[in-house]
């Protein structure tokens, strides 16, 4: 009898441990870095477990926005703007994933006589502290604000951005210019801050900055050459909240 009730004991301790790591598990699912392709039974189960555990909001356009260990995602978009911030300890260098697809594009390039290179890729939290500072010094606040990232706010820490060649305007009439602007879709990237949007992104036309974000996407927003704007596209703002 003493035994049934010792081993009765250990069942239900075992049935609590279990209980309270699988609640435990549910609560925190493993971080999300979605631009890759998955199959669609994958992303209907992270849907699923998504609705149930993450806060969820839907956008102007009736995209789905989702909050992740404090990292949002659009439509499973990894999304930085003046809106939507990263935490202060988030990224560690580019992702593998956009420097093969980078590699891809410069190889093309070349071989048809163009030389593109990144110039800056992944930048902390600390760097970009230390170069807007840098800027607002020079330019001022407000100045500062329609070409450079806030802390937190820049793309550069998602590891899914760069720069090309010269950084600066001098690139957009250039061959290697021109040419990403009509191409760089095809290999998932997109002009982040295209022209004449500035008002939806919240700066100025960067021909030479590029986001990845998978090819499929890229397509949309290249929109047959009338590059559209990532906010413009999924109905969000861009805007420091001060
Ligand atoms: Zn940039």
């Not at 925190?28 to 392709?37: D, E, G, R």
């Not at 978009?77 to 990224?91: A, C, E, R």
């Not at 604000?145 to 550069?156: I, M």
């Not at 010269?166 to 191409?183: L, Q």
Request: aromatic fraction near 14%; hydrophobic fraction near 35%.
């Amino acid at each position: 009898m003493k035994s049934k009730v010792k081993l009765l004991i250990i069942i239900i301790i075992f049935l609590t441990i279990f209980v309270y790591i699988f609640v435990k598990h549910v609560e925190h699912p493993t971080n999300k870095k979605s631009v890759s392709k998955e199959t669609s039974s994958e992303q209907e189960k992270k849907k699923i477990l998504q609705s149930e555990t993450a806060s969820e909001n839907k956008t102007k356009k009736g995209f789905i926005i989702e909050q992740i260990n404090g990292v949002t995602y659009i439509d499973d978009t990894l999304i930085v703007n003046k809106t939507y911030s990263l935490p202060d300890t988030y990224g560690n260098g580019l992702e593998k994933e956009v420097l093969d697809a980078f590699d891809l594009m410069k190889t093309d390039a070349s071989a048809i006589g163009l030389n593109i290179y990144i110039a800056s890729s992944f930048r902390s939290y600390e760097q970009q502290v230390n170069l807007y500072n840098k800027y607002v010094l020079r330019d001022g606040k407000d100045a500062a604000d329609t070409y450079s990232a806030r802390p937190g706010y820049s793309e550069h820490q998602s590891g899914l951005s760069f720069d090309l060649n010269s950084i600066n305007s001098s690139f957009t009439n250039t061959a290697e210019g021109k040419w990403v602007n009509d191409n760089c879709y095809l290999y998932g990237f997109i002009i982040r801050f295209p022209e004449g949007k500035e008002n939806e992104t919240g700066y100025k036309y960067e021909s030479w900055h590029l986001r990845f974000v998978g090819k499929e996407l890229a397509k949309k927003l290249y929109n047959n050459g009338d590059w559209l704007s990532l906010e413009g596209y999924f109905g969000i703002d861009s805007k420091y909240q001060d």
